[in-house]
């Protein structure tokens, strides 16, 4: 078993109790300056009659997995293996989703605190006896799934999407930036997301860490770039976040075409230039749909019918029902139904798509959280 359906496992089992309880444009734009935006995409009219999960419901799901997911997540964040700090991303963007839905630094604190010990566990380049970079940049190595010990830029990529949203999540907060000792521990990580994370692997070679070979993995990091143009106070490097964010964004957008078995939704391949079938699987295009969510909120590549397009996908033909779950977007193959880590995050847009979500049986802490995100956003 993988490291992600490892984790898909343990968050399953997590919240076993919690199921059982409860039986989850056109051309890029450049992005949007600050100041952020308070408020996110506004709803669509839910169906007459429908009535949605307000925040407190998903929140009372998410905290019953509370302690296990201390239990497991702490030593992940502790961790100098960087795919484990790939594995932590799913809870970390929980506590980010349900800090936004709630404005509760419970979840907050949480949150740093396992990006602050992330960074604690990193180490000089050079002082990695298996890297093949040995420069001045902090980092971890990987001893996991045949990396030998040496840096991974899809690992970092993979985490930090979400520990910089985390950062964009205290910026939007003005109570949270204006308190001294919070603004401090943003600074930190601010500076070091710039630095030893960005500003390393694009120094490191651009077309082969940042620019990859696949939709999802050049999506992680068209969400750290746009997390930082929002973020930085240098010109310098504003500009280059914006040069990342607006290539990757047209690439992925000139991937989509019209799905071969529903005309109302989107199909892509994860191979670029390609529209071969079956297309980008479902678990990898979590991570298309993560950047995409948030691109879209920031008006920036994405408007409101490609969101129309996406939702068609997940409702018509990645979930067409019932428990049937589809491995690819072209609605072949059969897979174990998660998208906590992607497209649950299309109800933020449409009410009748979330009141649907809400019948969804796969439910982690993750998908938990981003449905109380959801249903914050479309309350507001």
């Known amino acids: ?171 939007q907060d003005t109570k949270v930036y204006a308190d001294a000792a919070y603004r401090a521990r943003y600074e930190r990580l601010l500076s070091f997301a710039e630095v030893d994370i960005f500003e390393k692997w694009f120094t490191r070679g651009a077309a082969e860490t940042i620019y990859r070979e696949r939709t999802h993995m050049a999506a992680h990091w068209a969400l750290i770039a746009l997390h930082l143009s929002q973020l930085t106070g240098d010109a310098t490097r504003r500009a280059r976040y914006r040069q990342v964010l607006t290539t990757i964004g047209a690439e992925i957008r000139n991937q989509m075409t019209r799905n071969p078995v529903e005309p109302t939704a989107y199909f892509w391949s994860d191979v670029w230039g390609s529209t071969r079938r079956p297309g980008q699987d479902v678990g990898h295009g979590n991570g298309v749909m993560a950047y995409v969510v948030e691109a879209r909120d920031r008006s920036t590549t994405w408007n409101s019918a490609d969101m129309t397009a996406f939702g068609s996908l997940l409702t018509k033909v990645i979930w067409p029902g019932g428990t ?21 995050k299309l109800g933020r847009y449409d009410p009748n798509i979330q009141h649907r979500l809400e019948s969804y049986q796969v439910v982690n802490d993750q998908f938990a959280a981003n449905m109380a995100l959801n249903a914050k956003i479309l309350r507001a």
């Open 1 to 171: 078993m993988n490291s992600r359906s490892t984790r898909r496992t343990l968050l399953l089992l997590g919240v076993a109790s919690a199921v059982a309880a409860t039986v989850a444009e056109s051309a890029a734009r450049p992005c949007v300056a600050r100041p952020l935006p308070e408020t996110l995409s506004p709803a669509v009219a839910p169906s007459r009659g429908v009535k949605l999960k307000p925040v407190s419901y998903w929140t009372s799901v998410f905290e019953q997995s509370w302690d296990y997911q201390s239990a497991t997540a702490q030593p992940m964040s502790r961790s100098e293996d960087s795919q484990d700090h790939y594995d932590l991303a799913y809870t970390l963007d929980g506590n980010v989703a349900m800090f936004r839905a709630t404005g509760t630094t419970r979840y907050l604190d949480r949150a740093l605190t396992y990006v602050e010990n992330v960074v604690n566990a990193s180490s000089p380049s050079a002082a990695l006896p298996r890297s093949t970079f040995q420069d001045r940049y902090r980092g971890w190595g990987s001893s996991k799934s045949g990396q030998g010990g040496d840096e991974v830029p899809l690992y970092e990529s993979y985490y930090w999407r979400y520990a910089t949203q985390l950062l964009v999540a205290m910026r």
């Open 324 to 344: 049937t779950y589809r491995e690819f977007v072209d609605g072949t193959g059969s897979d174990n139904g998660w998208i906590a880590d992607g497209f649950v």
